[in-house]
């Protein structure tokens, strides 16, 4: 350990008895390292408590193990639902070593080109995806990775990762069919989100909406007051 205190991967070397390449290539996984080294190295870290400069580890390797997460900028009728993606998120990066780092989306397209332009991540995952988002078109150019919670009118070239809404909406009204109901009323979504045209709506009420017509009944859709 240095006379300041800051402990480096020279120490996490010494301490465990290898190089200082060996204790990059255990952290990481470039290169299959023994067990046993592997154990020394661990070892070494934690009782170091060391932790990797984040911008020297960047330089070394051209990735910044961060992840751009790009979420609604106001609450929104929706956002306790999006809060659960939200925790996975950072819950999953945590395990890949990640970080993650909040965009607001109202910085729109622009937003995206300062993630991607400065090299602040690795990838763009977007969430609050509009049925026609003018983000898109910039999210498809960018030279990082970018992946949509949602899945937008166009979705063609896309990587979209969401529920199947419209699925959701067929096996409700074959579940009220099977039940022997013949009258279908959808007690949907606030008016607000219906102006947004937010992707996952206009999905769900498809769905509905499909599945009355194949059995030949009527469906009528009303947005909860307040």
Known sequence: MRGDNVVTSKDVA???????????????GRRPISEETRR?????IQQLTYQPNAGARALASQRTQVIGLVVPFEPVDDTPGLLPFIETIA???REQ?????????DEGAAGLRRLA????CDAIVMMDIGATDGRIPVATEL????????VPDDSAGLHCVDLD????????????????????????????????RVNYVGRFLRGTESAAADHGWPVAAFSPVG
């Open 97 to 105: 070593d990640y970080d993650v780092l909040l965009v607001t989306a």
């Open 40 to 44: 020394r190295v661990e070892a070494a």
């Open 143 to 150: 030279s990082v990775p970018v992946i949509l919670i949602g």
């Open 117 to 120: 332009g400065r090299s602040l």
């Open 165 to 196: 809404f419209t699925l959701a909406g067929r096996l409700a009204v074959d579940e009220l069919a099977a039940c022997g109901h013949r009258r279908i009323v959808v007690i949907g979504y606030s008016a607000a989100l219906l102006a947004r």
């Open 14 to 28: 010494r301490i465990a008895g290898v190089s200082q390449s060996t204790v990059s290539y255990v952290m990481s």
């Open 91 to 93: 819950a999953c990066a």
